[in-house]
């Protein structure tokens, strides 16, 4: 699950703040008393958000303002074991084609009002509706009985309904064996269906309008600036809510963020700059961990040249992947041998997708080899009509700047003059390049995907014709059905063995481009307690502590 502002620099941040001789806000003096009780944190994980809707969000940013403004049916804790949230027990039926949630005596939305089951009949509904065009929809719903309908307007006769005020049901055509790490995702979470149709797409940028469920609600949204989330009195955990107020420092730029971090104004940031990694590394401040996720360039399938799979495979093969990873990204990635990389659960306890791939596969790129997949590179371009790049198109690159994403842009540039092509690097705001990719306003683009849970469907269904994250629009028959298989079976080897076989087919049909398999780093205070990072790229923040 990213996006706005380039550079907005610490002078301006400042500037929200009062200046002497005038009178603080209420907000503002509430802020003050919190911080000096050590209750407010300051953090940045990215810039300003396409979105925080729920249903509409699909980037990493958005995601971990959302997991603290909402809760679903169930969550994650800090071991990733899916526990109780606003359901506080479930069950599913021996078939496995009934889930059952029962959620928790008097919950309340952040506004005072009852929440019940048919918030969430609402909001599931309102997720496969065509009219939200919700980018998860399909992914997250495909297998709920009479989605087919309401992905096609008819959203009643999706099979979810709500017996009663605290129960909430959900009707499967096939089992799923993952449906509870759906039903924790942050999409599905519940919105108030009064607030929405009141105030349409403009309900996610107003403290009046921004009601929630969760930990947090919101008591300030500057586009470019801030967003404040102040603590709910009533969500049903709130006695175990530590932070009064997190101040989200919406800031694209890593060195203005560094400054920033450097200067006491924020306690923790996501993007530090990377001429900065090497003289980190050692500090108890920087952190680097490892999530699931690939780093990947998308091809627009739908643009010639980029509908020949020679090109698509020739445009791969000319990357090398163990210099970008180790020399540009400094090795805090790793280089990408095949699609799913580590960390990603298979079928036996405690094994490896990534490992079984190596052993029953081998691995589909050689890094150690990069010499061999160029001239490879150049016989396919040749093959497809294009010796020596003679008669290429020059074609653009969109890109955000952030982190490593220009330099790997101007990598690629580089690498392809080699093949006689001229690659333009259009350089967008994150939120512009979002939004572009997802409506197929460009060419080739950098991209990437960290998992929402762990299953490796979760990232290879992301080239499936029709998933709303399929932003080249990639479309294979062969591909299609083993993804329906692996989703219908209820035998875990199964489920795990028709993945791989859907892999192999994004491999050699060069679906994609995978570049590097991601870590994370960020820096923290020392005495920022309790807080942590999960596997999915999130943050938690909402039981932490500044001792």
């Known amino acids: 699950m990213k996006k706005s502002v380039i550079a907005i620099s610490v002078i301006a941040m400042i500037a929200m703040l009062p200046s002497c001789g005038k009178k603080k806000s209420a907000l503002e003096e509430a802020i003050s008393k919190a911080e000096k009780n050590k209750t407010a944190l300051h953090v940045q994980v990215g810039p300003s958000p396409e979105t925080i809707d729920p249903a509409l969000n699909s980037a990493v940013d958005g995601a971990n303002m959302i997991l603290h403004s909402f809760e679903g049916l169930l969550k994650f804790d800090r071991d990733n074991n899916i526990v109780a949230g606003l359901a506080e027990s479930w069950e599913q039926s021996d078939d496995g084609l009934t889930w059952t949630f029962h959620l928790r005596p008097n919950l309340k939305w952040s506004d005072g009002s009852a929440l019940t089951a048919e918030d969430f009949v609402y909001s599931w509904k309102r997720v496969a509706d065509p009219a939200t065009a919700a980018p998860y929809g399909y992914d997250l719903l495909n297998m709920v009985v009479g989605f087919d309908k309401a992905e096609a307007g008819d959203v009643d006769a999706l099979g979810v309904e709500a017996p009663d005020a605290n129960t909430f049901v959900v009707h499967l055509t096939d089992p799923c064996i993952y449906f509870d790490k759906i039903a924790a995702f942050a999409v599905l979470v519940p919105v108030q269906k009064a607030t929405i149709e009141a105030n ?23 586009d470019g600036l801030r967003i404040v989330f102040q603590k709910n009195p009533y969500y049903w955990d709130a006695d175990n809510i530590t932070f009064d107020f997190i101040i989200w420092h919406l800031i694209e730029d890593p060195n203005t963020s560094y400054t920033a971090y450097n200067q006491g104004t924020l306690q923790m940031i996501k993007d530090v700059p990377t001429e900065e990694i090497p003289s980190l590394r050692g500090s108890s401040q920087f952190y680097s961990a490892p999530i699931m996720g690939t780093y990947y360039v998308t091809f627009n399938v739908e643009r010639k040249p980029f509908n020949d799979p020679r090109v698509r495979e020739a445009l791969s093969l000319a990357i090398d992947r163990k210099y970008v990873a180790n020399v540009i990204m400094q090795g805090t990635y790793i280089p990408a041998k095949n699609f799913v990389g580590p960390g990603v659960s298979d079928a036996a306890p405690g094994s490896s997708f990534e490992e079984y791939t190596t052993a029953n596969y081998g691995d589909y790129f050689d890094v150690e080899n990069y010499a061999a997949d160029l001239e490879k590179a150049k016989k396919l371009l040749a093959e497809a009509g294009y010796p020596n790049g003679k008669g290429f198109p020059a074609f653009e690159y969109l890109t955000n700047d952030s982190l490593y994403h220009k330099p790997v842009a101007e990598y ?3 690498a392809y003059a080699q093949l006689g092509i001229t690659m333009k690097i259009n350089i967008q ?13 460009f060419d080739v683009a950098r991209n990437g995907w960290v998992y929402d849970w762990d299953d490796p469907s979760n990232m290879i269904n992301l080239l499936e014709t029709g998933n709303g994250n399929n932003d080249g629009k990639y479309s294979s028959k062969a591909f299609d059905g083993l993804v329906r298989k692996a989703r219908a079976t209820v035998n875990v080897a199964d489920h795990y063995k028709y993945l791989h ?13 995978p570049v590097a398999y991601y870590n994370e780093v960020w820096m923290q205070v020392d005495n920022l307690k309790d807080t942590w990072h999960s596997p999915y790229g999130y943050w938690y923040f909402m039981y932490g502590k500044l001792e």
Not at 429 to 441: I, M, P
Not at 501 to 513: G, I, N, S
């Open 200 to 222: 349409g797409e403009s309900w996610t940028i107003d403290p009046k309008t921004y009601v929630t469920d969760g930990p947090y609600f919101m008591a300030e949204f500057t």
């Open 412 to 414: 690629l540039q580089s």
């Open 429 to 441: 705001e994150w939120k512009t390049v979002t939004a572009d990719r997802r409506s197929g306003n």
């Open 501 to 513: 076989e859907a892999e192999q087919v994004l491999l050699k049909d060069a679906a994609m481009a």
